[in-house]
């Protein structure tokens, strides 16, 4: 399985998560730390006696994941970010087993300074989250953003 991670954005980032699918974009705030990317691909080697290498390599599988730091602890936030979570007016229940379906858009600038957006337009949240509650400072709201493949790509990076 091949693995690419990489930053792909400097500095904070604007996101944007729009749920459910198909509604109005809204603002998530921005990250803390910057956004990775991940992408990772499964292949089958294909292969004949006759020769010792691959003939064909072959993609059975392909993940793409967007992982930030967000540095605004919201409600809306917590909540796109467990996985299972359901929130209603204001509270969360952890717990129903329900699967959001959203997308994710991720504004920021690239290393060489332009403007880079990053859109997971079908997503589901994925992992562990894990917030802390610190005297005096900031509840970041870690979240993994997994792509499942809709009607088009299941990622796009533009760069303007």
Do not use: H
Not at 13 to 27: F, L, N
Not at 83 to 102: F, N, Q, R, Y
């Amino acid at each position: 399985m091949a693995n690419t991670k990489s930053r792909v954005l400097v500095g904070v980032a604007d996101i944007e998560i729009r749920y459910p699918v198909g509604g109005a974009w809204v603002d998530a705030g921005y990250t803390v730390d910057g956004v990775i990317w991940e992408g990772a691909t499964e292949t089958f080697d294909v292969r004949v006696e006759e020769e010792t290498m691959p003939i064909e390599r072959v993609v059975t599988g392909e993940t793409v994941a967007i992982i930030v730091n967000m540095a605004e602890g919201s409600l809306f936030n917590i909540d796109k970010a467990i996985p299972g979570s359901v929130l209603a007016a204001a509270t969360i229940s952890i717990g129903d087993g329900v699967i959001k379906e959203m997308s994710i858009r991720i504004t920021g600038t690239t290393p060489t300074g332009g403007t880079r957006t990053i859109t997971l337009p079908l997503a589901t949240a994925v992992g562990t989250v894990s917030t802390p509650y610190t005297k005096g400072g900031i509840q970041v709201v870690p979240a993994r953003f997994e792509a499942l493949k809709g009607a088009g790509a299941g990622c796009t990076i533009v760069d303007t």
